[in-house]
């Protein structure tokens, strides 16, 4: 047993190794974005839910490839399997980003109470955009009961 968890951490120091080789070559002026993609899809492969997420920003935003808000889904989907673990700083985005895919049906059948939700969980993770989102999802009822005193109160706290 601890010799298959010490794998798995070797394992996920190479995803990390890659994942930051992406980064360091993204950097440069000229640089490959094939390279870069191929690095960052290595990385996911071991692991690296920051890769997971960087890539589904790529699809979300058209990044030097094709918009593809399916790939962008369900990379944000990797990104976020097993909550804020290892650190992730960048979980509560990931969940946030999850949301508008809902609320707008972004790779996603467009599904209001789903948005609210995951809107919720960003929140809760201290994401300021989606408290604000939450208190927009109350103010008008979307995905919830409308509820302008929790909105209001919402806003107060979103800062």
Known sequence: MAAQKEKKIIYMAKGDKLYYKALHLAEQ?????HEVLHLLNESIKSGNKKASYALAT????GFHIRKNYKKAFRL????????????FILYKDALTDIAV??????????DKHK?????????????IQAKQ???????????????????????????
């Open 58 to 61: 790529w699809y979300l935003n």
């Open 133 to 159: 989102e939450l208190s927009r999802c109350l103010y008008y009822g979307i995905g919830i009961a409308k509820d302008e005193e929790l909105s209001s109160l919402i806003d107060e706290f979103a800062l």
């Open 29 to 33: 002026e000229d640089y490959d974005y």
């Open 101 to 110: 895919c809902y609320e707008l049906g972004n790779g996603v059948k467009k």
């Open 115 to 127: 948005a609210y939700y995951y809107y919720f969980l960003a929140a809760l993770n201290g994401d």
């Open 76 to 87: 944000l989907q990797i990104a976020v399997e097993g909550g804020a673990e290892d650190g």
